[in-house]
């Protein structure tokens, strides 16, 4: 098993940035696909980032950057010039292939919560 946890999360405002972090740990290797997902209330969860071929949701494109030191075991989001639209529970998670469905993943973090207001 791969246990992910995510840190950063909090309440900005719009126009600031946060970066969350998630930390693997258990059978982890760079091998796994990491990615983003995201799920506001009444909504369902959605993808936001994939860091293997960096791809993104055109919601976030431009604004936010997904990385991963293999060292440390960690995956990133940098999130800028936030909006209150991405106000939302931000789950990371791992799979074995490159993906933007949840689907593929395997493992999930439990979730931190990002509250943007204007």
């Known amino acids: 098993q791969v246990q992910l946890v995510e840190s950063g999360g909090g309440l900005a405002q719009a126009g600031d940035s946060l970066r969350l972090s998630c930390a693997a740990s258990?059978?982890?290797?760079?091998?796994?696909?990491m990615g983003w997902f995201r799920q506001a209330p009444g909504k369902e969860r959605e993808f936001v980032a994939a860091?293997?071929?960096?791809y993104y949701a055109a919601s976030v494109k431009g604004r936010f950057t997904i990385s991963r030191d293999n060292a440390k075991n960690t995956v990133y989001l940098q999130m800028n010039s936030l909006k209150p639209e991405d106000t939302a529970v931000y789950y990371c998670?791992?799979?074995?292939?490159?993906?933007?469905?949840?689907?593929?993943?395997?493992?999930w973090g439990q979730g931190t919560q990002v509250t943007v207001s204007s």
């Open positions: 860091v293997t071929w960096s």
């Open positions: 998670a791992a799979g074995y292939s490159p993906s933007y469905s949840e689907k593929d993943y395997n493992y």
């Open positions: 258990g059978r982890t290797s760079s091998r796994y696909h």
